[in-house]
């Protein structure tokens, strides 16, 4: 799976999710459960992540118009794109642009979106060492229906200055992401970085427990981008 990974990250508004198959030498049903017991989520859908990835990059660092930068990472409606875009992404194209203004002016400070839950989990966190060498980094923790970052979280904190936290399980969001951002990130780093300190816990959580959350920013052992435009949940 790994090469078909690769391809798919080198040319993904190229590929289809049947030319990943061709690759790997397997049908499309069988590459299909293969990729995603690999990945966390099918081939189609991957491709579609990758592109939506593209498309962030291309939006906050050029001026293209939107129906410009869909056509750049290969979709053909703009209906479509902006569809696909806020689904997964958690805000439609044109207001990642206007997000990136906000946070320049004003960056996020922590809050609490968690909603009740039947128990709590104690969530500790491993961070490296060089993570924010200036101060303590802003931790986003979030609840996902998926073990991918695909879309809002379901319930979600941004924290600073502690190394743990307790937070009240989610129904039907049984997977915990977070997302270190430096003491003095700017707009782009906080919406589509480069290389992200993430960390995704590898199992569903369903019960009350510790679990710790290992943040890196390895794109081997996290083949996903970081979709999800976070700070937009600050004004919720």
Do not use: N
């Not at 056509?71 to 805000?91: C, E, H, N, Y």
């Amino acid at each position: 799976m790994s090469s078909a990974v690769a391809l798919a990250r080198e040319r993904p508004a190229e590929l289809s999710a049947s030319d990943l198959a061709d690759h790997a030498g397997y049908s499309p049903f069988h590459f299909s459960r293969l990729f995603a017991r690999h990945v966390g989520i099918g081939p189609g859908q991957y491709l579609t992540a990758l592109r939506i990835d593209r498309a962030k990059h291309l939006l906050l660092t050029q001026t293209e118009s939107v129906i410009d930068v869909a056509s750049a990472v290969g979709f053909d409606s703009l209906s479509s794109f902006s569809r696909r875009f806020r689904a997964t992404v958690g805000v439609p194209p044109a207001r990642l642009r206007r997000l990136a203004d906000q946070i320049s002016d004003r960056p996020p400070r922590p809050f609490s979106l968690l909603t009740p839950g039947a128990g709590s989990v104690r969530v500790v966190f491993d961070l490296p060492a060089d993570v924010s060498p200036r101060g303590d980094p802003h931790i986003w923790v979030g609840w996902f229906p998926r073990p991918a970052p695909i879309g809002l979280p379901l319930s979600g904190i941004l924290i600073s200055g502690t190394q743990a936290v307790d937070l009240p399980l989610c129904a039907g969001a049984p997977y915990l992401l977070g997302f270190a951002v430096p003491t003095h990130a700017d707009a782009f780093d906080q919406l589509a970085p480069v290389e992200p300190t993430v960390a995704v816990h590898p199992a569903p959580v369903t019960r009350s427990q510790v679990v710790t959350l290992s943040f890196d920013t390895s794109a081997a052992r996290r083949p996903m981008p970081l979709l999800t435009a976070l700070p937009s949940l600050c004004s919720r």
